[in-house]
């Protein structure tokens, strides 16, 4: 099961995603490297044998007796009825495990997510039984002795069984966050189209206010909450901050992810954009991005850093176009008007024309 970690996990998330995903492999005679079923129940008849893993999605599996898997035995959203014997663990989810008196199970015996387990006397358990999500005993610690805040491994004092599970949770669970992200981001787009678009707007010509905006709105927003939250009598009102707080990162988010989606339709020389599809299709590609990032051990810093430079300028453009109800427009230089001159200023005297001249001449000449 440790050397197979990786490969059951993409397994049984696969499994989660697809679950009407027609048969893919029928259930022949047993090979030498495993056995994967897809939607239809498997048999190992009495004195077959499997080299590898059986691996089953959507259906159930029966070992007659006499029979041997010399792997592990992975059931998802099926039950698992054992007579011989498995050499590894025997994992069910979404189905019942019944072990018979012939039964023998070498490595653990998991049986999680409306899972029940029946034992008869003689069956033989050499690991451990867990029922339910078996978490309980898994830890994650930091790295010592290394200054940069990266991503740190999954480490546990449990079975690496225990730890293909953890994976399996987070990595499911990362998954729909995300897609929970892009579907509000379409949501918003699609009830308010305008106010989308002016705070995209704000952060495509306005990049540096918005950025700015943007931090000193969560500096100040932090501070406030945590003033708010000292005080015991105001702490309702912290919890209403941090609501609104989070509800115009989300905001900013998506308008930030409408820009992102627009622009990846329009290379796509799609007609029609409407700002449904933009804003949840940009908002996805960004939180796979910086999601994926921020996983990679080596990548991790430059994710969190996009991930924090891209929330301050969705917040930021959120707080200058007021939440999208109005546009942002730049604050242009005017230059100052000239200054009058002084009323006490010495005029030069005016100049006489020709005209007056010739008569003042005529008149001395007379």
Same mark, same amino acid.
């Given at each position: 099961?440790?050397?197979?970690?990786?490969?059951?996990?993409?397994?049984?998330?696969?499994?989660?995603?697809?679950?009407?995903?027609?048969?893919?492999?029928?259930?022949?005679?047993?090979?030498?490297?495993?056995?994967?079923?897809?939607?239809?129940?498997?048999?190992?008849?009495?004195?077959?044998? /499997?080299? !590898?893993? *059986?691996? +089953?999605?959507? @259906? =159930?599996?029966? %070992?007659?007796?006499?029979? $041997?898997?010399? #792997?592990? &035995?992975?059931?998802?959203?099926?039950?698992?009825?054992?007579?011989?014997? /498995?050499? !590894?663990? *025997?994992? +069910?989810?979404? @189905? =019942?495990?019944? %072990?018979?008196?012939?039964? $023998?199970?070498? #490595?653990? &015996?998991?049986?999680?997510?409306?899972?029940?387990?029946?034992?008869?006397?003689?069956?033989?358990?050499?690991?451990?039984?867990?029922?339910?999500?078996? %978490?309980?005993?898994?830890?994650?610690?930091?790295?010592?002795?290394?200054?940069?805040?990266?991503?740190?491994?999954?480490?546990?004092?449990?079975?690496?069984?225990?730890?293909?599970?953890?994976?399996?949770?987070?990595?499911?669970?990362?998954?729909?966050?995300?897609?929970?992200?892009?579907?509000?981001?379409?949501?918003?787009?699609?009830?308010?189209?305008?106010?989308?678009?002016?705070?995209?707007?704000?952060?495509?010509?306005?990049?540096?206010?918005?950025?700015?905006?943007?931090?000193?709105?969560?500096?100040?927003?932090?501070?406030?909450?945590?003033?708010?939250?000292?005080?015991?009598?105001?702490?309702?009102?912290?919890?209403?901050?941090?609501?609104?707080?989070?509800?115009?990162?989300?905001?900013?988010?998506?308008?930030?992810?409408?820009?992102?989606?627009?622009?990846?339709?329009?290379?796509?020389?799609?007609?029609?954009?409407?700002?449904?599809?933009?804003?949840?299709?940009?908002?996805?590609?960004?939180?796979?991005?910086?999601?994926?990032?921020?996983?990679?051990?080596?990548?991790?810093?430059?994710?969190?850093?996009?991930?924090?430079?891209?929330?301050?300028?969705?917040?930021?453009?959120?707080?200058?176009?007021?939440?999208?109800?109005?546009?942002?427009?730049?604050?242009?230089?005017?230059?100052?008007?000239?200054?009058?001159?002084?009323?006490?200023?010495?005029?030069?005297?005016?100049?006489?024309?020709?005209?007056?001249?010739?008569?003042?001449?005529?008149?001395?000449?007379?």
């Amino acid at each position: 099961m440790r050397k197979n970690f990786l490969w059951l996990t993409l397994l049984l998330i696969a499994g989660l995603l697809l679950p009407a995903t027609p048969a893919l492999a029928a259930g022949g005679p047993p090979g030498d490297d495993g056995i994967v079923i897809w939607n239809e129940d498997y048999t190992l008849e009495k004195d077959e044998w /499997v080299a !590898g893993d *059986l691996v +089953v999605f959507n @259906g =159930d599996v029966t %070992l007659e007796p006499d029979s $041997r898997v010399e #792997g592990s &035995v992975i059931v998802w959203n099926g039950g698992a009825e054992v007579k011989g014997t /498995v050499e !590894g663990d *025997l994992v +069910v989810t979404s @189905g =019942d495990i019944y %072990l018979d008196d012939d039964a $023998r199970i070498d #490595g653990d &015996v998991v049986c999680s997510w409306s899972c029940d387990i029946e034992q008869e006397e003689g069956a033989q358990v050499e690991g451990s039984i867990t029922e339910g999500i078996p %978490l309980d005993d898994l830890r994650l610690e930091r790295p010592r002795r290394f200054p940069l805040p990266v991503p740190y491994p999954l480490t546990s004092s449990a079975s690496g069984l225990r730890a293909v599970l953890g994976w399996m949770l987070k990595i499911i669970r990362s998954v729909a966050a995300i897609l929970v992200v892009a579907a509000v981001a379409g949501l918003v787009a699609l009830i308010w189209p305008q106010a989308t678009a002016q705070i995209g707007q704000a952060v495509v010509e306005a990049p540096l206010p918005s950025f700015g905006v943007g931090l000193l709105t969560i500096i100040a927003g932090t501070a406030l909450i945590v003033a708010l939250t000292i005080t015991i009598c105001l702490s309702p009102v912290a919890i209403l901050a941090t609501l609104l707080l989070g509800a115009a990162g989300l905001f900013g988010w998506a308008g930030v992810g409408a820009v992102v989606g627009e622009r990846l339709l329009q290379a796509l020389k799609t007609q029609e954009i409407a700002p449904l599809w933009a804003a949840g299709l940009g908002t996805l590609l960004l939180s796979l991005i910086v999601t994926g990032m921020s996983v990679a051990f080596c990548l991790a810093p430059l994710g969190w850093l996009m991930t924090f430079v891209l929330g301050c300028l969705g917040l930021g453009a959120v707080v200058l176009t007021r939440f999208g109800t109005m546009a942002y427009v730049p604050m242009a230089y005017v230059p100052p008007p000239p200054a009058p001159p002084p009323s006490d200023a010495i005029l030069p005297p005016e100049p006489q024309s020709e005209e007056k001249e010739s008569k003042g001449d005529e008149a001395e000449h007379n």
